[in-house]
T-cell receptor
Framework: GAGVSQSPSNKVTEKGKDVELRCDPI?????LYWYRQSLGQGLEFLIY????????KSGLPSDRFSAERTGGSVSTLTIQRTQQEDSAVYLC??????????????FGPGTRLLVL | GIQVEQSPPDLILQEGANSTLRCNFS?????LQWFHQNPWGQLINLFY???GTKQNGRLSATTVATERYSLLYISSSQTTDSGVYFC????????????FGGGTRLMVKP
């Protein structure tokens, strides 16, 4: 079946503009995660959704970052007033559930964001 | 939070050689995954292995949870094995997110 998909593949924006990144998880997966990969920080967790529970936002680096998940499926990560340090690859992952035996995370191809 | 260290950071092999990559972690884990990041940036699942040993073709992995380390073995390496290998763990005490190690960058020469 289809894997995790993300759009756009690449995004170039000007400092100060807002951007929205989209993630479509694997059908039937209840858990969805956002990570980012940057040269200086490696791969780091941003936010986690599980079913209808309140999201775990502990990894969001500032209040300019927010995410929502509509209908338990598609998720959108929004970055307001982008800064150059936001330039990174934003990766989405999903897993069947949060139970340990169902917790294998599958990653999408990522969105490469460049803030000029 | 949990610390994840991978070694070596860089590795160059001649095609056909074998190698062992190591992942050490600082706390008990619910989940441990090994990934291969290809040149296009895609993270490809290799193993879900919080404990025990698994094999898939030329790759195998062993996790000794009580001693807090995991090993990834690559046998008869091929040029297509080149890329970055990441170990990532889900801490027993810190929710469901993965914490990644710094990766091992592997180059296999023909």
């Amino acid at each position: 079946g289809a894997g995790v998909s993300q759009s756009p593949s690449n995004k170039v924006t000007e400092k100060g503009k807002d951007v929205e990144l989209r993630c479509d998880p694997i059908s039937g997966h209840t858990a969805l995660y956002w990570y980012r990969q940057s040269l200086g920080q490696g791969l780091e967790f941003l936010i986690y959704f599980q079913g209808n529970s309140a999201p775990d936002k502990s990894g969001l680096p500032s209040d300019r970052f927010s995410a929502e998940r509509t209908g338990g499926s598609v998720s959108t990560l929004t970055i307001q007033r982008t800064q150059q340090e936001d330039s990174a690859v934003y990766l989405c992952a999903s897993s069947l559930s949060s139970a340990p035996e169902e917790g294998t995370q599958y990653f999408g191809p990522g969105t490469r964001l460049l803030v000029l | 939070g949990i610390q994840v260290e991978q070694s070596p950071p860089d590795l160059i092999l001649q095609e056909g050689a074998n190698s062992t990559l190591r992942c050490n972690f600082s706390d008990s884990v619910n989940n441990l995954q090994w990934f291969h990041q290809n040149p296009w940036g895609q993270l490809i699942n290799l193993f879900y292995i919080p404990s025990g040993t698994k094999q898939n073709g030329r790759l195998s992995a062993t996790t000794v949870a009580t001693e807090r380390y995991s090993l990834l073995y690559i046998s008869s390496s091929q040029t297509t094995d080149s890329g970055v290998y990441f170990c990532a763990v889900e801490s027993h005490n810190a929710g469901n997110m993965l914490t990644f190690g710094g990766g091992t960058r592997l180059m296999v020469k023909p």
